[in-house]
């Protein structure tokens, strides 16, 4: 049930967290396991393990083999109980690990915070990854001194509805067991004997460690996981370095830091360019394109003709609105269905308004409807209205075929547009489902192709655009090929034809009425845009848009 909880409410929060399976985690379990001696901790000793990939279990040692910590016994309640070190880790996905709150020497702790730990226990109170996590209470367990163990609970719950951090990792109470126990490492706590059965961890593939990060998608969710990767191992690097760890592995957890650097400030280097782009690039993909992602940002976000064209393209076929009179189901909250636990605080149950005429017991309303566990009634029912409906049948709107001259002409600024222009479009076509296919085009028999076929290979597009031919211009043979493409291929019915080019599209006269008949026969439109010159009109295209 705990793991289960944990897991879903931490999801809600971080998304991206729960896809790391690898990272600083493994290499310290690594490390931690087979590299430095382990301890046992004294009365008073913060310990932790951890249950899953960003999610950690806290609690207080308190003498005899036993910890007090929180335990979820249902949704959004818990209670102090005190448990073996086995029951401690049960929920653990990552190894049955416990970390002990060290100095230079040895394993610390103080009574004082282990008599406070032990008189809390059997206290019942709510629980949320916000509100009276473990952590905090293992926090508030640190920061007692003698006079204050005979605190109600009530006044611990009222402190921690107004705590001094609201971080939901483990941070705070590290940094609280460093101010006032003097913890400034943590070992592992060799409570199952050094089993012999048990195999140690081996040593992690350090450069498939790094290869992961390097190829997960740039967003904020996925650099804000990077940049903790980062913040951890500087932390680990700082906790080890005056311990007699081998100078390889030594080299190899400095790598790691590098190679997390580098990530985030490639992202803070193209983060321009990854928002305006919105497409899904990871660190290996930018590093394998030579590109200034600083200029393609602003050309994406100052070019409002690029943004313009690219919501354009293969829209000429939407079909027209219906209307009809239709009876409407509407939800009528009018019949009382029976109780459930929210935050609707108009239609509560007066059970739980009581707690409010009660100063002690107010705090514990406020946390309730914090965490929306007040019992409230829930309202269900369905009445029917006539009224005026509006269907729209859509049908699906054209790919498009693009040529892009990469003759020499092309090379610089005009180059830059065009390639914003197509990765604007392929962002909106692989949004909706719809195919790009992209000739690169030069001289007579240059041509090289890509396709996009309603997937995301945005970072395939950029790449493939690193291409070029630069010498002469053959405009004929690349748009022969585009309806070549539109008349065969079944994604590409009805495509759009975009030539991208600096200058006037130089066509015979032959080839430009075969390319005006194929047109309607494939019921197909063709745009021109100009990289690199003010030409509004040729005798080929339906539009001509200069950029």
Known sequence: MFDTLIKTAFTKFNPFAVAIPTGIKAIKYFMDSTLREKVTPVAGSVLYCDLWVAVE??????????ISNIEVEGMAESAVRRCSPASFTSKSTLGQKIYVSCNKQSAVGDDNVADYANDQVGERSFYGLVLK??????QKCVEQSSQLKNTSWLEVASDILTPDTWELTIGALKQAARKNLGATKWRLWDWQNDNKNESPPPEPDWQAQQDYFKNL??????????????????????????????EPIRKHLAGFRLAMQDIANTYENAKGFLIACGANFSYADLKAC???????????????????????????????????QTKIPQASKSEVHGTHRSDDVMRILPSELLNLEDE????????????????????????????????????????????????????GQPMLKAKVLLLAIANILQKENRSLHVLLFGASGEIREFSMLGKNE??????????????????????????????????????DVLMISDGDCQLSPTFMKHFSVQKQVLDCMAYSVLCADTRIKDEFSDEVVVL
């Open 57 to 66: 279990h806290s609690g207080i040692y308190v003498g005899d083999g036993n």
């Open 133 to 138: 996590n473990c952590h905090q209470f293992s």
């Open 217 to 246: 998608p740039l967003n904020a969710e996925s650099i804000q996981q990077i940049q903790q990767q980062l913040a951890a191992t500087q932390a680990y690097e700082q906790e080890i370095a005056d311990e007699n760890i081998p």
């Open 290 to 324: 030579s590109e200034d992602f600083s200029a393609l940002a602003n050309a994406l976000q100052n070019n409002h003709k690029i943004k313009e064209l690219a919501q354009k393209m293969g829209r000429a076929y939407i079909s027209e609105e219906k209307k009809k």
């Open 360 to 411: 002690d017991l107010e705090i514990l309303f406020y946390a309730r409807l914090l965490e929306k566990q007040l019992l409230t009634y829930e309202l269900q029912g369905t009445t029917f209205v006539i009224g005026e409906t509006t269907e729209t049948e859509k049908q699906r709107t054209g790919p498009v075929v693009a040529c892009l001259d990469t003759s020499g002409s092309m090379q």
């Open 458 to 495: 945005a970072a395939g597009l950029l790449k493939f655009l690193q291409q070029g031919f630069g010498g002469g211009t053959d405009f004929e043979t690349p748009l022969q090929r585009a309806l070549d493409i539109i008349a065969s291929q079944k994604d590409y019915q009805k495509a």
